[in-house]
């Protein structure tokens, strides 16, 4: 690959459409990304996801992309009607059971292969403690950092067991912040013992469980002082280099949260940003709509590693591990197939496996008041 394509590699892009266009066909064949991310607006039925992502890849003949998607479940699924959505990840958790969420995962990922998306962006592993908290809530397993770890590490296998790369979320932990990093720049100001002991414990839980953890993680555009009292987390060597690599040992990928979020654009470029999450250790650049935003930052790191700025090591390490994921989930590839959709998507055993947590975690709730 030329540099320009290994730093294409390192980016996972949104667009807007339900189609590959001349202009997304454009960028694709100009930057190569490793991957794109697709959101509601981008999806209609299961038939038209199938011809999208078959287009897509056959627009990256060089390497298959990933091709992520947010289904947690609950008020955040991308998929549309005729998918089995499930209940958010606090129904989940408040029926107690692995097995109950490893079986969602599963089907979820059952019905995302068959349409061709081999990622999601799941399980949110940050505790619920605050009430406050405008932006997790029920998409946490619930309060307790020792459950949201043990049902996070069966979801992560009923996405992985059935090839789709799972990435834990938000890390180091968004559940205690009174801000939505989507609006402004949040901060945690817990101590590093309250951190160990809720909002890093569930991350530490399933990575140390090496290949049965997830694949991939995905950072938080959050102040933490305790671990770092400059940089978020998405741009910190302190958290993602020096915590996560050296002292947790996690060899998987490191994805930033969507860079056009207004914690990252309100003080930093985009063009700075990229380059400062990649020298903080991130490996896979989100930037979930802008083509311009995009194209800035692709144009950034290229400069950032013909200047010397960014090291061709540091490039090298996640262009390894970008490629490691892919052989694993990607590899061989084969393009989806209608057919074999129609038969998965939405089936009664998902939609009684749907009314089965349902009518669970109804019950248990009903007992426990």
């Known amino acids: 690959m030329t540099l320009r394509e290994q730093i294409g590699q390192l980016f996972m892009l949104g667009f807007t459409g339900t189609t590959v266009t001349h202009e997304l066909a454009d960028l694709l064949a100009t930057y190569k990304p490793g991957g794109v991310i697709l959101f509601a607006r981008n999806l209609t039925d299961a038939d038209q996801i199938v011809a999208l992502t078959n287009d897509l890849q056959r627009h990256s003949a060089g390497s298959p992309l990933l091709i992520a998607v947010d289904q947690e479940g609950g008020r955040v699924s991308r998929l549309p009607a005729g998918f089995t959505i499930f209940p958010p990840c606090g129904t989940v958790g408040s029926?107690?059971?692995?097995?109950?969420?490893?079986?969602?995962?599963?089907?979820?990922?059952?019905?995302?292969?068959?349409?061709?998306?081999?990622?999601n962006m799941a399980p949110v592993l940050d505790v619920n403690t605050n009430p406050r908290n405008p932006i997790i809530g029920d998409r946490a397993f619930g309060a307790d950092p020792g459950l949201v770890g043990e049902l996070g590490l069966?979801?992560?296998?009923?996405?992985?067991?059935?090839?789709?790369v799972a990435c834990g979320k938000h890390f180091p932990g968004?559940?205690?912040?009174?801000?939505?990093?989507?609006?402004?720049?949040?901060?945690?100001?817990?101590?590093?013992?309250?951190?160990?002991?809720?909002?890093?414990?569930?991350?530490?839980?399933?990575i140390e469980q090496g290949d049965r953890g997830p694949a991939a993680i995905m950072t938080a555009h959050v102040l933490y002082p305790a671990l770092d009292e400059q940089s978020p987390a998405t741009l910190s060597s302190l958290i993602l280099t020096d915590l996560l690599r050296r002292?947790?040992?996690?060899?998987?990928?490191?994805?930033?949260?969507?860079?056009?979020?207004?914690?990252?654009?309100?003080?930093?470029?985009?063009?700075?940003?990229?380059?400062?999450?990649?020298?903080?250790g991130a490996d896979l650049l989100l930037i979930c709509k802008d083509r311009e935003r995009a194209v800035t930052a692709m144009e950034a790191v290229h400069k950032s590693v013909t200047d010397g700025t960014l090291s061709a090591e540091r490039l090298e390490a996640s262009l390894r591990r970008i490629e490691r994921v892919k052989a694993r989930f990607l590899q061989p590839y084969r393009p989806a197939d209608p057919t074999v959709a129609h038969a998965i998507v939405g089936s009664g055993?998902?939609?009684?496996?749907?009314?089965?947590?349902?009518?669970?975690?109804?019950?248990?709730?009903?007992?426990?008041?």
């Open 95 to 119: 029926c107690r059971s692995t097995e109950l969420a490893y079986a969602a995962a599963s089907a979820t990922a059952q019905e995302l292969r068959a349409v061709g998306i081999n990622m």
């Open 154 to 164: 069966a979801t992560i296998a009923g996405l992985q067991q059935n090839r789709v």
């Open 174 to 206: 968004h559940g205690d912040t009174v801000a939505d990093s989507h609006k402004e720049l949040p901060l945690v100001a817990a101590s590093r013992e309250r951190l160990d002991e809720v909002e890093l414990r569930p991350f530490r839980s399933v």
């Open 247 to 280: 002292q947790w040992r996690f060899d998987g990928l490191i994805v930033t949260d969507d860079l056009e979020m207004h914690a990252i654009i309100d003080h930093y470029g985009v063009g700075d940003a990229a380059v400062g999450a990649l020298q903080a």
């Open 349 to 369: 055993t998902h939609r009684a496996l749907l009314d089965q947590i349902q009518q669970t975690s109804e019950r248990l709730t009903k007992a426990s008041a």
